[in-house]
């Protein structure tokens, strides 16, 4: 045993519970390898227990018969809770099978904390609900078989964590480990260890006090009251470098490792044997827990269980997925919330049928605010008493109040700046043409005059921007029109610079709806009501494109119509300028939705889009005239109309001098990218992600597919369809279209047909 004669003190109201191995809470994890399982408590307002495995033997069907919890805790290969309703302690484990497992001499005994170690369990007696929850502490063993398997088990009254001083102490909190137990004395007595491996942690007197603790099989590591920062003592290899300067609410502890949930922004955040490229840093988590194989939690956002491998070694880790259901952030309580928490409402789910996800009405779950956002997003709301802070998408940032979290201040003082060089721009730029034009007038009159007079009117496209000639410029032509157009046979129509000009506000930065190496897009909206996007070139793009090479590919664009790629409107080709107008996109990009934490979407809406993008790709390859290949596809080149359709965008028209093979080989290019495309629709992954091991989507995807586990891709921030079948056969059409030789890769127009067929199905409800 071994006693501190310092205050160590855990408070009785926890912001966030310690929650994992050796400790208790809404989520736990039981140690085993392969016969591993995690329990979490139900959001249903039922407090149902909710299990899966590790391996696809042990499957839901092995745990239909456990009762309501209140909270949980696991050991090797076993799990234990308190009852919902009786405050009764129960285990079980992997089969489900729990009658053995408490000894009867504590069957009957009511326990107000429960902390099961390597293969022990000790209990703290008192009512779960009551605000008085100290007590005396009760031990007993997990017996393994000969075998050591979780299918074997017994329990006993134990002799090994019997002590007699101990057994005279009233405890308010402890936490097990593999041969200890640690406990707060009740009335500040102090923390005591106990069992026969308690002297390896090595504790010696502490006058820190800690809001919440947790222990791996050897170690035991706490959150600080004042710093919020970790401490750990035991065995160095399991907790080597903890994360310094950084505040935790929440800790788990693992066989080797430990993960804890920051208090600024609830990202996990391990350490120890842990590969930390798995750790998902798309959400926050409410509770987390840990085995030595794998981890699990539930989310902040929507209170869907999230896993991850710890994956130690380089040998490839099971694939299991939990069950999509959702889970309680927290374990119910009857004390009023501190401040710093705020109380968990379930109408915030938008589940109408969900009131409470306690089983008793005047109960509640009092959860840590949290302070600050993960990276690309800023903090919009603060905290209130009943509900949480609130993050917002940068790309939703409007005004300066989020530019410096957000990274735009350098940008919009650059904006500034550019705005400030337009106006002396401006300003001097007539003068500086005028006598430019002059000067260029002058050296080439001579030139110009014998051309004409040798060789007559040059006769110009007259389809789409056929210029006049120069007889009808000098009767009835615009003097404001430098390249003189007649209208597209098409929809499209000539624009006036003025006109476009009055749409975009002047082309101001507000209205930019985008920007890259062709120029600006601005949103604009045209004198009768239409909203339009304008393609704007820069300066570069003018110099370097030849304008031959433009009217061509305007020629191209006019001709260009189908309900699957963004239509071109019109243009404008006045002072030089050369716009073009497109139809305007109101639901942005498929990447904005997929990956900049945009309106999420449904798997219904992900196969219409990727069939849709199909046939987009498939008009421009085998239908336009001449076919046109796009060399760019991605998700930020798809774009999303007003009913959610698919348009392909940005595709270049310089592609008709191209030889049969060479044109083949290029589409088959354009195929491989929709393959990403595709990959990316299905896993929610972007095509390359340093968060990532390995970062590259098709190096990751593949090998998963050509092994029978496509499931393992499959978006886990979407809630799964009943029938999966339609999205295992996405898996297999962007495994074809990734192959690595090009003659392997099927054409874009057999993708489109299976990707019609599958839509057709309708096997998603």
């Given at each position: ?505 002047g082309f101001k930065e507000f209205n930019e709806l985008g920007r890259g190496s062709y120029g600006f897009v601005y949103k604009a909206l045209l004198t009768d009501g239409q909203q339009v996007a304008v393609k704007r070139a820069n300066a570069a793009t003018i110099i370097h494109t030849n304008i031959r090479d433009f009217e061509m590919e305007l020629e191209i664009l006019c001709n260009m119509r189908h309900s699957n790629i963004v239509n071109l409107l019109g243009y404008c080709t006045e002072m ?185 199905e309708g096997l998603l409800i």
């Open positions: 045993m071994l006693s501190l004669s310092s205050l160590f003190l855990f408070f009785l109201s926890l912001p966030i519970s310690a929650y994992g191995f050796g400790s208790m809470g809404p989520i736990s994890a039981a140690f085993g390898g392969d016969e591993a399982f995690f329990c979490a408590i139900d959001a249903s307002g039922k407090q149902a227990v909710i299990c899966w495995g590790m391996s696809a033997e042990l499957t839901s069907q092995n745990f239909t018969t456990i009762p309501p919890m209140a909270a949980l805790s696991g050991g090797q290969g076993f799990m234990c809770g308190i009852l919902a309703n009786t405050s009764l302690p129960y285990c079980w484990d992997s089969q489900g099978t729990g009658n053995d497992l408490v000894p009867s001499l504590y069957k009957n005994n009511n326990y107000s904390h429960i902390a099961a170690g390597k293969n022990h369990v000790c209990a703290i007696r008192g009512d779960y609900y009551s605000q008085i929850t100290s007590g005396f502490v009760d031990c007993w063993d997990i017996v393994h078989g000969s075998k050591s398997s979780s299918t074997n088990l017994s329990s006993k009254q134990s002799t090994l964590f019997f002590d007699q001083y101990v057994s005279g102490l009233m405890f308010d909190k402890i936490v097990s480990g593999d041969g200890f137990t640690c406990g707060v004395v009740k009335d500040d007595g102090g923390l005591i260890c106990w069992g026969p491996k308690s002297s390896k942690l090595g504790i010696s007197t502490i006058s820190d006090d800690f809001i919440a603790m947790s222990s791996s099989m050897s170690s035991l590591c706490g959150i600080e009251q004042v710093s919020g920062e970790i401490k750990c003592w035991g065995e160095k290899k399991s907790y080597p470098d903890p994360p310094w300067g950084v505040r935790f609410d929440a800790l788990t502890g693992g066989s080797r490792h430990f993960c804890g949930i920051r208090a600024d922004n609830h990202l996990i955040e391990c350490w120890g044997g842990f590969n930390s490229s798995s750790i998902p840093k798309k959400s926050g988590f409410f509770a987390i827990a840990t085995s030595d194989v794998a981890a699990c939690g539930i989310r902040e956002d929507d209170l869907v269980l999230d896993c991850w491998f710890v994956n130690q070694t380089n040998i490839a880790p099971p694939e299991f997925n939990p069950p999509l259901q959702l889970c309680s952030p927290g374990l119910c309580t009857s004390r009023s919330c501190d401040e710093g928490e705020f109380t968990f409402n379930a109408s915030a789910l938008n589940e109408p049928e969900l009131v409470n996800v306690c089983i008793i009405e005047d109960l509640h779950i009092c959860s840590s605010c949290g302070t600050n956002c993960s990276s690309g997003y800023f903090l919009s709301s603060p905290c209130t008493e009943n509900s949480d802070r609130v993050c917002t998408s940068c790309s939703l940032c409007q005004n300066s109040s989020c530019w410096g979290v957000c990274g735009l201040e350098k940008v919009e003082m650059k904006k500034k700046h550019q705005h400030q060089m337009q106006k002396i721009v401006l300003i001097l730029g007539p003068s500086i043409a005028g006598f430019l034009l002059i000067l260029i007038g002058w050296c080439l009159f001579p030139y110009l005059y014998f051309f004409k007079a040798k060789d007559g009117p040059t006769k110009q496209f007259r389809s789409c921007i056929g210029k006049k000639d120069p007889e009808t410029d000098a009767k009835d032509g615009d003097p404001n029109l430098s390249i003189p157009v007649a209208e597209c046979p098409g929809e499209a129509q000539i624009f006036r610079l003025s006109e476009l000009k009055d749409a975009t506000n030089g300028e050369r716009l073009l107008v497109y139809e305007y996109m109101s639901h942005g990009t498929l990447h904005d939705h997929l990956h900049n934490g945009f309106t999420p979407l449904s798997w219904t809406f992900r196969l219409r889009i990727a069939m849709q993008a199909a046939k987009g790709l498939e008009y421009l390859h085998m239908e336009a005239n001449p076919p046109v290949v796009h060399r760019d596809v991605k998700t930020s080149n798809i774009l999303l109309d007003s009913d959610w359709g698919a348009r392909i965008s940005d595709f270049g028209c310089s592609n008709n001098n191209n030889n049969d093979k060479d044109l083949s080989e290029d589409m088959r290019s354009d195929v491989y990218n929709f393959g990403i495309v595709l990959l990316e629709i299905l896993s929610g992954r972007k095509a390359h992600d340093v968060d990532y091991s390995p970062p590259d989507i098709v190096e990751w995807a593949v090998p998963l597919i050509r092994k029978g586990k496509a499931a393992a891709l499959i978006d886990r921030y979407v809630a799964l369809p009943r029938n999966v079948e339609p999205l295992l056969k996405l898996a297999d059409i962007a495994e074809f279209a990734v192959r690595e030789n090009p003659s392997d890769r099927p054409t874009i127009s057999t993708i489109a047909d299976s990707l019609e067929q599958i839509v057709k």
